[in-house]
Structures are given as C-alpha cells and as structure tokens.
C-alpha cells in the first residue's frame, strides 16, 4: 500500500481535495474569493514548472519542424473543434468546462515525459510546450469567445455594466498570468549556479508544483460544492451527466491521439514523430485550465470538473497507451521463435 501511495500520490491528493473540497464549502467559502492567493498560487506553480526545464538540444526539432507544426495543429486546432462537437452532448458548466480544457495549452512536461517513455521524439514534444504555452495568452481567449460565447457574454473590449467577460482583460492577464512566471522561471535558468540548482532538484520543484496545483483544485471545488448546495433538486447534476461528461472528455482526448498517431503514419513520418505528435497533440494541462476558471468563470464553477477528469483521463490511458507503444517495439525487436524477456 505504501508502495501504491508513492506513486500515485497526486492521484490520491485528487480524491483528497475534491472530497474536502466539497464536504467542508461552507466553512471555507472565502478562500475562492481571495484573489491573491489564487494568483499567487497560480504564477508560483507555472514558475516552478518552468524553472527545472531544460529543453536541451532542440536544433533537429527546430531544423525539421513538421512533427511539431503538425502536434501544434492537433492540440489548438483539431482537438478544440472535436471537444466543442461532443460539448453540444453535455449541458451548462459540463458544456464549458469541456471548451476551456480544448482551448488551453499542452502540458508543460508531461507530455515530453510520456513520449520518452514510449519512445519517442521527445524534443518534438517540448517544441509542442514552448510553442502552445507561449501563444496561449492569444489562441485561448478566441477560441473560448468562439465556443462558450453564447453561454457566457463575452465582449472584445471591457463591458462598461462589468458583466461581460472582456476579451482584451483575459488576453492580458493571461500573459501576466501565465506566459510571463513561465519566462521568468526560463529566464532565472541563465543564471549558472541557479540552473544547475534547479536541474538537481527538479523533482523536488515538481512536488512543490503539483502540491499548488491541488491547492486550486480545492478552490475549485468550494465554488463547486457553494454551487451545488444553492441549486433545487431540480437543477441538480445527476448521476448520468456526470458519466457523460466523464466519457465526453475521455473520447476527445483519446481521439485526437489516435487521429493524431493516424495523420502522422499516413503522412509517413518516423515512428519516434509519431509517437511525439499522439501525446503532444492531445496532452493538456489542468493548472492553466484551473486559472482561466477560477478568474473568469466564477459564475460556473462546475467547469473545473470536466478539467479534472480530463486530466486523470490523460494520466491512466497515455500510461497505457505509452506501454502499448513500448511492446509493440519490443515484439518487432524479437525475431517470431524468440522469447521476450
């Protein structure tokens, strides 16, 4: 059991809050609202993730660029367009939590991670991370004014009455948000002795950072559970919507990795792009998604929950997708009257 619990820690940190988070809203119903502690949390863990990041050699990823473009392609293009078709399936906060996890950015390491893991061009995966984190202060507000504008107004120019969602004040506060603890965290890496520091205590950092990230995780399910507890029955999430939801994202993410594993064998790219364009080009991160809900969409606060899911979703099937690819390499490997070790 301790075993179980040292590698699936976060996970079990998930239940964790999500159960605390929810039993106990009432009493913590002003963390939510505190505003500096929700951004603090939000620029000290997108730092954190930056800092150990060294991205290495890029030079053949950045000379051969089309394992990228093509992963770019599928995670801010493809999977946006397929998670708003199945969001028309779900209803109210389901339907927006499920187009702001399309919109946002692909993970900030793990997606590097499980490409390695299963064998692939992990340098391709990390250009797919610089390039959607660093565009995302301008690809995401679009595509949420596109796919959640007809149930939250959103205006391009701050809205005179403060009602609507201005998309000039979400561009900018993304980039503060966001794109600029991720420089700095990049940034602070020049400095010699501060570089290597990090790169030695990268898993470290990593713990710290995923701890921030449950701390939002439990902010966003004080709102939820405030939410819950103010609805008539009638209005109440049933046991059915949140199955649906749980499929719903479930089958966007794992669709754009086969379609994006298919597109790059059709397309004759090399087994290690392939692998690299399949997690790269469906990976997303759940801290960006958590901010761009807790700031702008505190009037739906069951939108985390789709993000959530999706996030653990990713977590079990790319595990075993990553384990399929490593098999398949192995058994080509073996000649037919070898035994596999």
Partial sequence: MRSILRR???????????????????????????AVLRNGIVVTVLFLMAFPLAFGDLHNAVRRPAASLLA?????????????????????????????IAAIPCTLASAAVWTRRAGGNDSAALVVTIVTNSLCFLVTPFWLLWTTGSEITITVWPDPTGKGLSLVDMVSKLFVLIVLPMALGQLARLIPKAGDWASRHKFSLSIIAQIGILAMVLLGCISCGLKLRSLPAAEMPT??????????????????????????????????????????????TLMIGLAIATEFYTASPLAILPMVAYHVGQLFLDTAVADHYLRKDRQANFSPGEKMP
């Fill in 239 to 284: 046991l059915f919507s949140f199955a649906t939801m749980i499929v719903l994202v479930l089958t966007v993410h794992f669709s754009t990795l086969v379609m994006g594993a298919g597109i790059a064998r059709r397309l004759r790219f090399s087994r290690p792009d392939e692998i690299a364009i399949a997690f790269s080009g469906s990976q997303k």
């Fill in 72 to 100: 770019t392609g599928m995670n801010f293009g493809v999977l946006p367009l397929i998670a708003w078709a199945l969001s028309l399936l779900a209803a109210g906060d389901f339907a927006i939590g499920i187009n702001l």
């Fill in 8 to 34: 699936h820690w976060f996970l079990a940190g998930l239940m964790v809050v999500v159960s605390v988070g929810f039993a106990f809203s009432e009493p913590l119903r002003e963390l939510p609202n505190m």
